[in-house]
């Protein structure tokens, strides 16, 4: 490495560190491998560290540009990462171009034409056109989508503080050759919800928020559902597990997922074949028509996740996903919804390639109890693989877990394990249900006998392990009962994504009177 990249990458590395000590107001968190690999990435934070940073900040941006080169200061390669042993990623960056700060101005006015908004009002935007230039809705500001928007081949920055309203029908997907940087903030996050008046809103007012890209999937010739089969904006997956469909950050989507055709929903966020350099992490789905957040394959990693009252599954995979989450909350409605977590690897061909098989920490799966509608903790099928480790399953009529179609080779060969969770007032006395004749759909593998076993670890309640208003629909608080020296829980792996501090079950530290939940989110009825 030359003389000045190292000079570069030692100023990047300071520039980092000034943020993690709060120095810049507009930016939560910088991923150094990104800030090295990504020139549009990086010219993204030198732009929002400028514009915010404190004093000793922005004269720092001024001494990287002077160096910047303007290309990747690391090789971005690897091999397919497998889910024990977690390569760095997590922030992201725009992945094939790099859009110069001095055109802004020109592209802002080029997408004033081509986007085809017509203005009701300073504040209200129409947006019935796709998006085929570098486009930005700015916050404070209210964007209604007409129809099936399309971001296609260029980038939608979605400002702290935006609201976008989804009118009957209409939806946002954003194709393999673009990106989105729906980037809220704490005190302002982005809004996707529906275009009816409070009051009057519900599940499948609008299609909700999709997302392609280039990593790798299972399924050949791999479409989304909702766009029909030669529309070729709707094909996503590739080669390149390091692939960014951009961020999504301190974001709300609600009261989404309508009806495509028969049977057939958008989710409230569907990721297809996104990779590890793409950013979800601050996101809640609400009250969506079909499942909250659904992935098709990819290596897209989740942190600090919400869904509440799905009516379908609320964390669903397919198509050979291998992400990672950490801190996830699940509250199932009573009357609505299926199972908290549905995993598959392909229906066609259960043994396909990549194999599904994510790593998850820290989550709270917060059921209903025996309400009008029974659920499950987890489906996993379609041979899935899965990590799951310091869960909280509370609540759940049904059972815990269902494990269905070949899983004893599965858990035999360590792609299936589930150890160190709490698993309270579930099913009958904490016990599964017994699955015998017809119903025996996993080739007689026992999913209580094996989650029993010594060696995981986990601990069986009768009594629940969150408080009751872990079941309120507006106001609930998903912090455990349990102290966390009664907690069985583990240390997540080393790695850039995973919190190794974590050692508590459940999405919420017992120790904080706080949480990660605070500010952003919301629980509107209607």
Wanted: with cysteine; charged share 20%; hydrophobic share 35%.
């Amino acid at each position: 490495m030359s003389a000045n990249a190292s000079l570069l990458v030692e100023q990047l590395w300071q520039l980092k560190r000034l943020v993690d000590r709060g120095e810049c107001a507009d930016i939560q968190f910088v991923h150094l491998n990104n800030l090295l690999r990504e020139p549009n990435y990086r010219a993204d934070v030198l732009r929002r560290a400028e514009a915010s940073g404190s004093e000793k900040v922005r004269k720092l941006v001024r001494a990287i540009r002077d160096e910047d080169p303007g290309t990747p200061l690391m090789a971005d390669s690897g091999p397919q990462r497998t889910p024990e042993v977690v390569p760095d990623n997590a922030e992201t960056a725009p992945r094939r171009r790099r859009h110069l700060i001095w055109l802004a101005p020109l592209f802002a006015a080029v997408a004033a034409v081509t986007v085809g908004f017509t203005a009701l009002e300073p504040q209200t935007v129409r947006i019935s056109n796709n998006i085929t230039t570098p486009t930005t809705w700015e916050g404070g500001k209210t964007y209604v989508l007409e129809d099936i928007v399309f971001v296609d081949n260029a980038t939608l920055t979605i400002e702290a503080g935006a609201t976008v309203l989804g009118e009957n029908g209409s939806a946002l997907i954003v194709t393999r050759d673009s990106q989105l940087f729906s980037r809220g903030r704490p005190d302002q996050p982005v809004v996707f919800t529906s275009a009816r008046p409070q009051g009057e809103r519900n599940r499948g007012d609008w299609g909700g928020v999709v997302l392609l890209g280039s990593a790798p999937v299972n399924q050949p010739s791999a479409q989304i559902e909702g766009v029909p089969e030669h529309d070729q904006r709707g094909s996503f997956g590739g080669q390149d597990i390091t692939d960014s469909c951009g961020v999504v950050e301190y974001t709300r989507i609600e009261f989404a997922g309508f009806e495509v055709y028969q049977n057939n929903e958008l989710n409230g966020l569907t990721l297809g074949g996104c990779g590890s350099n793409t950013i979800i992490r601050h996101v809640q789905v609400h009250r969506a028509l079909d499942d909250g957040i659904e992935m098709f394959g990819g290596t897209v990693d989740l942190k600090h996740i919400l869904v509440t009252g799905a009516a379908d599954d609320s964390i669903d995979w397919d198509w050979g996903w291998r992400g990672r989450v950490q801190f996830a909350v699940i509250q199932q409605h009573a009357d609505v919804g299926d199972n908290a977590f549905e995993g598959d690897n392909n229906g066609n061909q259960h043994e396909a390639t990549p194999r599904s098989e994510p790593v998850f920490y820290n989550v709270t799966l917060a059921g209903s109890g025996h309400g009008t509608r029974a659920h499950r903790g987890m489906v996993l099928r379609e041979g899935t693989g899965g990590h799951f480790h310091n869960v909280i399953i509370d609540s759940y009529a049904i059972e815990a877990m269902d494990t269905r179609d070949e899983v004893r080779s599965l858990a035999a060969g360590g792609q299936l394990a589930f150890s160190h969770n709490i698993i309270a007032a579930t099913g009958t006395a904490g016990s599964g249900r017994q699955e015998q004749g017809a119903d025996d759909d996993d080739y007689g593998f026992d999913e209580d006998v094996w989650l029993r076993s010594p060696e995981s670890r986990n601990h069986f309640s009768i009594s629940s392990a969150l408080h009751p208003a872990a079941r309120h629909l507006t106001a609930p608080d998903f912090r455990p009962r349990i102290a966390s020296r009664d907690m069985p829980a583990t240390t997540p792996p080393k790695s850039e994504f995973f919190d190794e501090s974590a050692t508590f079950s459940g999405a919420i530290n017992p120790k904080n009177p706080g949480s990660w939940l605070e500010g952003w989110t919301a629980f509107p009825e209607s």
